[in-house]
Structures are given as structure tokens and as C-alpha cells.
């Protein structure tokens, strides 16, 4: 996935410390841009249904 581009959070601050995302069919990579060398991977259904709980609020006790 090295040709994909890497966008940035709406939430992001002007600062530049954001968490950035790129994805193709096989893989969703996300990294904080302060580092950019540390680079987490999975699979698109599974970020899918990271991005459901989250939106759901079941993680929300962890804050």
C-alpha cells in the first residue's frame, strides 16, 4: 500500500498531531502523524466494526 495517500482526521488539530488513515481492499493502516514510522494494520471488517463500537459508545467506560 505503499502508492496509497495518507489523509488526515477532521478532528485534527493545527498543529499537525492528528491520526491518519489510508486503505485499499485488503487493508486498513493507521498511524499518529508525530509517528509516523509506527503503523497499525487490520482488516477492513474489522476496523468497520471498531468504528460501529465506537460510534455505539461501548467503549466509552474505558475514557
Known sequence: MP???WQKSSY???N???VE???DAEAVELRESDA???VLK???SVF???LRTIKAGELDHHA
Request: hydrophobic share 50%; charged share 25%; aromatic share 0%.
Open 3 to 5: 502508492d496509497a495517500i
Open 12 to 14: 485534527s488539530a493545527a
Open 16 to 18: 499537525n498531531e492528528c
Open 21 to 23: 488513515v489510508r486503505a
Open 36 to 38: 509516523p514510522g509506527l
Open 42 to 44: 487490520a482488516d477492513p
Open 48 to 50: 468497520a466494526d471498531l
